[in-house]
């Protein structure tokens, strides 16, 4: 097929799937568009992604500095071309949203965007809402550099999703199981048998922010009960600052580290075990237990921060479709 297959990323997340979609759809002339990266840990481990992805076509980074200028170039330049498909990585991002509004592609294909956001795109496509994330004034500023956006419409959707979703009326489902990445970590001739145990896991994440950081503390001292004689081990998200988390440990002893790379690249490319993994709704509790069935991995079930979580049930339900299982925290009592 001639013309140009556009990918948008802004989180390592997204980025592994435009490598899964790239493969599945045989993507011959691809272009990839980084697409202004919350922070300094995001570029890196976004950089590292993309060497080891070895990605064959052009790759163009858009900075948050003079970000309507390089958007503006970018945009006319792909305007004079024919496009094919449009892999958008995440469709509830204003960024993302201008692209698909501005470009005429033959089609358009939403990626993930981590478990949350999509379960959150799903549920408002399977109730027929059509929400704009792009907020008048910045409506305004792209009008004036003559940017025009198409109007938003009621379509039937395209996801590609590592995510067991079932197709609806509104959205066609193409599922992947993330063969790139066992291919290019050699995960299909794992070995099961690593023999140093390196601690107990808990992942981060920034959903929940307030209400979940306010219980780390119940949280860890309850998993030191359960594994008194292995050390804890806290995976910072990418977007979580250490100075923010320190208080919330005060007491406990806890290693907290923050990765230049995605947690599952580093489990990949790591010769020491972790006995388990625990967390409250992140991603990675998913895509751990998939590409590693042999890992133990826990969600902590905490009905005291449920309600800071949009579609709970949902995200439960998927996470035990893969394997993770539920222990029940218990405020002054235990995790069973």
């Known amino acids: 097929m001639s013309g140009l297959d556009v990918f948008l990323a802004s989180t390592p997340f997204q980025l592994i799937g435009c490598?899964?979609?790239?493969?599945?759809?045989?993507?011959?002339?691809?272009?990839?568009?980084?697409?202004?990266?919350?922070?300094?840990?995001?570029?890196?481990?976004?950089?590292?992604?993309?060497?080891?992805?070895?990605?064959?076509?052009?790759?163009?980074?858009?900075?948050?500095?003079?970000?309507?200028?390089?958007?503006?170039?970018?945009?006319?330049?792909?305007?004079?071309?024919?496009?094919?498909?449009?892999?958008?990585?995440?469709?509830?991002s204003w960024m993302h949203e201008i692209f698909f509004r501005a470009l005429v592609s033959s089609e358009i294909v939403f990626l993930d965007d981590g478990l949350g956001a999509t379960v959150l795109c799903y549920d408002a496509a399977k109730r027929g809402m059509v929400a704009?994330?792009?907020?008048?004034?910045?409506?305004?500023?792209?009008?004036?550099?003559?940017?025009?956006?198409?109007?938003?419409?009621k379509e039937k959707m395209t996801f590609f999703t590592c995510?067991?979703?079932?197709?609806?009326?509104?959205?066609?489902?193409?599922?992947?199981?993330?063969?790139?990445?066992?291919?290019?970590?050699?995960?299909?001739?794992?070995?099961?048998?690593?023999?140093?145990?390196?601690?107990?896991?808990?992942?981060?994440?920034?959903?929940?922010?307030?209400?979940?950081?306010?219980?780390?503390?119940?949280?860890?001292?309850?998993?030191?009960?359960?594994?008194?004689d292995t050390p804890l081990i806290y995976f910072m998200h990418r977007k979580q600052r250490l100075e923010l988390l320190s208080p919330c440990f005060e007491g406990v002893p806890v290693n907290i580290q923050s990765n230049s790379m995605p947690i599952e690249i580093a489990m990949a490319l790591s010769d020491d075990r972790i006995e388990a993994f625990y967390g409250f709704t992140s991603t990675a509790l998913f895509s751990l237990k998939k590409l590693f069935p042999e890992l133990s991995v826990y969600r902590i079930e905490d009905?005291?921060?449920?309600?800071?979580?949009?579609?709970?049930?949902?995200?439960?339900?998927?996470l035990g479709h893969a394997g993770v299982e539920t222990i029940e925290f218990r405020p002054g009592g235990s995790v069973e």
Not at 37 to 63: C, R, Y
Not at 68 to 90: H, I, M, S
């Open 163 to 228: 995510f067991p979703l079932s197709p609806i009326e509104s959205v066609d489902i193409v599922q992947h199981h993330f063969q790139v990445f066992r291919e290019l970590f050699g995960l299909n001739q794992r070995r099961t048998d690593c023999p140093k145990v390196n601690g107990v896991g808990y992942l981060g994440q920034n959903h929940g922010k307030q209400a979940l950081l306010e219980r780390l503390r119940e949280h860890f001292l309850y998993l030191k009960g359960r594994h008194p």
């Open 132 to 153: 704009s994330k792009i907020s008048k004034r910045k409506g305004w500023l792209l009008a004036m550099l003559g940017i025009r956006l198409a109007p938003l419409r």
């Open 19 to 92: 490598g899964e979609a790239r493969s599945y759809y045989d993507v011959e002339h691809p272009l990839l568009v980084i697409v202004r990266p919350d922070n300094k840990a995001t570029e890196q481990q976004m950089a590292f992604l993309i060497a080891k992805l070895d990605w064959s076509g052009e790759v163009i980074w858009l900075p948050k500095r003079l970000f309507y200028v390089w958007l503006w170039l970018l945009l006319c330049r792909l305007k004079k071309q024919r496009l094919n498909r449009l892999f958008v990585g995440n469709k509830g």
């Open 303 to 318: 009905k005291g921060i449920s309600e800071a979580i949009h579609h709970p049930d949902e995200l439960w339900q998927i």
